[in-house]
């Protein structure tokens, strides 16, 4: 699909919300007010989603939980780490894409609304994942739970997948998948341009290190917690990667391409010509391609 034909179908789609393109540090600030009132509220099902799997509306302490599945095999799970610049909830794209990742892999996908900037930061998003991952670890075994993300999501799938590793206290999952990951908050790479910039229509540098600065809290950008870039690739389990050449986030995931194979580390990395961050949610030829493979990848 051409760059200008994705960027209308962004434009059409995606809603004023997850348009993180600012151009003022007051412009950021009125946005993260708005979401602070915003993320008080208690997630709801879009209404315009009509789920074809069993949804199950769970809670793990006080924090909200939904489970998509078939009635399938649901010892498999996917704990599904949602992007949004850490800020947002998730979007009827990410609902869409919960049902259908439910319906190809017949695995349950569990969705845990994780407690977001400007009123939390990563410990608080760390810890909250860490107990969901205790929680699905008392319903099967490690090996059969695959952590996936999107976006940031996709950052704290990578992290949190390193920080067990470090900790060596809870078994590791079967299987790490991270579409579109936010890799190094800093975006110090110079490889992201102004051109890459303006041909990803949804996000830019400046928004993006101004909302990070506020989620890392008083973590340097590049640290490995926060930026798992940095953080050791060795013992990972099979790591697989999927991401645009249009997305802000590309040239950091071909830096972390580089890192693999400079450590003699296994990734497997679907590039998808001229898509966009996150393009798997999206209803797009590309999304039925990145759910066969993801399929095929979870049979392997």
Do not use: C
């Not at 939904?66 to 998730?90: A, D, E, S």
């Not at 249009?246 to 990395?269: C, G, R, T, W």
């Amino acid at each position: 699909m051409k760059r200008n034909v994705m960027s209308h179908l962004m434009g059409r789609y995606l809603s004023h919300q997850r348009h993180i393109k600012f151009n003022s540090q007051n412009e950021i600030d009125d946005f993260l007010e708005r979401r602070r009132q915003l993320n008080k509220e208690k997630h709801k099902q879009p209404e315009q989603i009509n789920v074809k799997s069993n949804l199950v509306k769970d809670s793990f302490d006080d924090m909200q939980v939904f489970r998509f599945n078939f009635g399938h095999h649901i010892k498999n799970k996917i704990l599904y780490i949602y992007g949004g610049t850490f800020v947002l909830q998730p979007s009827s794209f990410h609902w869409r894409f919960m049902d259908k990742l439910a319906y190809e892999t017949l695995h349950e996908v569990v969705l845990p609304i994780y407690p977001k900037a400007p009123d939390y930061t990563y410990r608080d998003t760390h810890d909250a994942i860490e107990r969901v991952y205790r929680r699905l670890l008392k319903e099967t075994e490690a090996s059969n739970i695959i952590i996936m993300g999107d976006a940031s999501g996709g950052n704290m799938a990578l992290s949190f997948t390193q920080s067990l590793i470090k900790n060596g206290e809870l078994p590791l999952p079967g299987k790490v998948y991270l579409i579109s990951p936010w890799l190094d908050l800093s975006l110090s790479n110079p490889d992201i341009t102004e051109q890459v910039q303006k041909s990803d229509p949804v996000h830019n540098v400046f928004s993006l290190q101004s909302i990070a600065r506020i989620w890392a809290d008083d973590l340097e950008s590049k640290d490995p917690k926060v930026s798992p870039m940095y953080g050791s690739l060795r013992g990972l389990p099979p790591v697989y990667m999927f991401g645009g050449t249009h997305d802000i986030f590309y040239p950091d995931m071909y830096k972390l391409v580089e890192y693999f194979n400079a450590e003699q580390q296994s990734i497997h990395f679907y590039e998808y010509k001229d898509m966009v961050t996150s393009f798997p949610l999206y209803p797009i030829v590309e999304s039925r391609k990145v759910l066969k493979q993801i399929r095929k990848t979870i049979e392997s």
